[in-house]
Structures are given as C-alpha cells and as structure tokens.
C-alpha cells in the first residue's frame, strides 16, 4: 500500500499579506492587487489540503477519514480522531491582530455556549469556530518581528514613565496590576481612546514618516498601524503594543505561543504550526469582532519573559527538533547535503515542505521527487530516506509520540 504522497496547500489572501513571496514559493501565478498571506498544509474544514493521488486529487480531511488508522497510527487516532495540527507558512507584511488563544477547557465551554445561543459559525460575533485549544510555534524564515507577552513589571513601568501621554497609567498599574490595567484600556469608549491617543499619534507620526524612529521601540509599531488609514478613530491596540514585549527573532529562530498569552506577529516571514483550531480572541489593530470580556477571561495577566528556542540538532541526520509542550504538534527543520541521508519511521501522519532545494523520498516501494515549494504527506509507520544531490531545506510539521 502507497504511504508517501504529493500535497497540494491552499493560499490564504488576508489584507495584511505580502504580494509575492509565496506565489513565488509555491508556483502560483501572482495576480494584481492581491495579496498572499499563508499558505495552509492540513485538514481544517476552512481549507483542506489536497492529496494527489494516481486516480484524483481527494481532500485532506476526506483521505485521513477513509485511512485513519494507516494515515494517522493507532494512538493519535485514539488520543484525537483526526489531524491534531495545522501548519502554514505566513507572509507578514502589515501587522497582524493583537490576539489571545484560549485553553482547551475554555474553547469547549464557550463553543457550547455559543451554540446553545444559536450564534452561526459565520458569524461575525461568534468566538470559537470549534472545540480545540490553539498553542502554536513559529520558526523565522527572515528577520521577523512580534509582540509576545506582558512586559517585566520593571520595563512596562519605564515604558509608561517615558511616554508622556500615558505617564497616568503608571499609578493604575502600581495599584490594579496588569489585569487592572489591561481591563481599563480594554474597555475604553472610542471616544476615550481617541483623547488619549490622538497625541500620542501627533508626536510620533511624523517621527515615523522621517525614519526616525527605531523598530524596537513600540512608537515605531504603534506609528505604522495607523500610518496612511483614513480612519479618524485610533485603535485600541496601540495601548498593548507597550504593555507587551517587542521581539526580534532572526532566521530559523523560534517561538512558542501558549493559550493566554497576548501576541501578534508584526513584520516578516515564518513557518507556523499550531492545533487544528481557528479559535481567536482579538485584542486590537484588527476591524473585527473584540470581545472584551471573553478576551480578559482567557488572558495571563503576568509578566513574560520571551524564550527563544533554537532547537536540538542533530548532527547525524540534519533535523533540528524545536520541542514544546504541545501534545498535538512537533516541529522540526531538515537540512541536507549530498553527505548526511535522513532516515525515520514515521509514528503518526507528517507534512513537509520544502523551501530550498530538492530532495528523493523514498520508503520500499515507492520514490517522490520533492521540489522548492513542494509538500508531501507521508502516512504513520512509513520507513523512510530523504536524499539531496546538493542541498535542501525541510520544515516538518508531526506529531509527538504518546506515552
């Protein structure tokens, strides 16, 4: 029986993507005034893959379903039921939302809610789209940039004292902490954001438009998401932007996002894994929906200090594994040349993709070319050899043993 496959993503063109990094990627042709924000590698329901086959082209959540045990392996079949993640690579030319994942027990209590009211899927105020968790890691494939947590208590205190138009939240926060600061801005009529941040915006934007503004500081963030909008009313999530740590990973650096921690990616190009859920609680810089309440309930109001993960090489077969505490993902890089051959069992089903070079895979019976852009799907209990005559680059999204 056949266990290795071709795989076909679907492009995503959000507003806040770039115009041609992955067309180029993944051989699509570019279109004028569009833009190309991810690229899905998966099963969610959204928009599922497509596994070539000799016959037809069958979608991801179809194929699995039919094969579930040959596709998935017996203990993610029993543990889930289904694909456990969902992997992307992401385009970041405009500054995503500032957002917040809730937990598990979280996404089931409020999906049944939701449902119990009768709010459609497609709503546009509806808050969980289904009954998962959504942890996720990215890996920098450029120079990227991202907010990532509250502040240290010590540098949002410094932040408030050198930024005049916000020095009288500083006693709120000495007093009420971070739950009670947030809370207030949060729940800022429009009219009170735009008395307090219509300053702010005056002094900065200028410094912005002249360059004078350094990318680690918030005010260069806060500056671009307003830069060039015709809309008079300031959004609120300028105030997060310094609550939250700015952070500048370089390529093939990572991080892990945990549910309840406030982020959003800002500038750049990575590679992102994450559970199969599309559950997200806004916070800011976004036109849509924000609940206030739903988003405090699931947030960690404390300090973070971000940690950069560089991953666990291994010199003999090429793979540096980013390790989490993610039950339903692993994520890992693979680099070849003609010196070092990778060689696995799968346990569960895997998904890569290539981003530089070309690569042979082959198990006993069968052999898959794997061109730049390209993605294959390889089914649980497949013995395996990937093979470069040159180089090649691999992301591998998987799924980690379960004990």
Request: aromatic share 10%; proline share 3%.
């Amino acid at each position: 029986m056949r266990k290795i496959f071709k795989l076909k993503g679907k492009v995503q063109n959000y507003d806040w993507g770039g115009t041609s990094y992955i067309p180029n990627l993944v051989s699509e042709n570019i279109k004028e005034n569009t833009t190309y924000a991810e690229y899905w590698m998966g099963a969610h329901i959204k928009a599922p893959s497509e596994v070539i086959t000799e016959n037809e082209n069958i979608l991801l959540d179809k194929f699995i379903a039919e094969n579930l045990t040959d596709s998935l392996g017996k203990d993610v079949t029993s543990k889930f039921g289904k694909l456990p993640f969902l992997f992307k690579v992401l385009d970041v030319n405009n500054m995503l939302s500032i957002q917040v994942h809730p937990s598990i027990e979280a996404a089931i209590n409020g999906f049944n809610l939701e449902e119990s009211k009768g709010i459609p899927l497609t709503a546009k105020n509806r808050n969980y789209k289904d009954k998962n968790h959504k942890p996720e890691i990215m890996v920098a494939l450029s120079d990227f940039w991202l907010l990532h947590g509250f502040l240290e208590r010590n540098k949002l205190i410094k932040n408030l004292e050198q930024t005049k138009e916000l020095n009288f939240l500083k006693e709120i926060f000495l007093d009420k902490g971070f739950a009670g600061l947030y809370k207030l801005v949060m729940n800022y009529s429009q009219n009170e954001v735009n008395n307090i941040l219509q300053p702010l915006v005056d002094r900065i934007l200028p410094k912005y438009v002249n360059n004078k503004l350094d990318k680690a500081s918030p005010a260069y963030w806060a500056a671009k998401s307003i830069h060039g909008k015709s809309n008079k009313d300031i959004d609120k999530g300028i105030f997060s932007i310094y609550f939250f740590n700015i952070l500048n990973v370089s390529k093939g650096e990572a991080v892990f996002q945990d549910a309840g921690v406030p982020h959003a990616y800002l500038e750049g190009k990575n590679i992102e894994l994450m559970a199969n859920s599309d559950n997200v609680l806004r916070a800011g810089l976004t036109s849509k929906h924000i609940d206030v309440d739903e988003l405090i309930k699931n947030t960690k109001f404390e300090e973070t200090i971000p940690e950069i993960l560089k991953g666990n090489f291994n010199s003999q077969n090429g793979e540096t594994v980013f390790k989490t505490k993610a039950i339903d993902f692993e994520l890992s890089k693979i680099s070849l040349d003609d010196s070092i051959t990778y060689h696995k069992t799968s346990n569960s089903i895997e998904i890569l993709i290539a981003l530089e070079g070309n690569a042979t895979i082959k198990d006993n019976s069968f052999i898959v070319d794997l061109d730049k852009g390209e993605c294959i799907l390889i089914n649980a209990n497949t013995d395996y050899k990937i093979e470069t005559s040159k180089h090649v680059e691999i992301y591998k999204a998987s799924v980690p043993e379960i004990n």
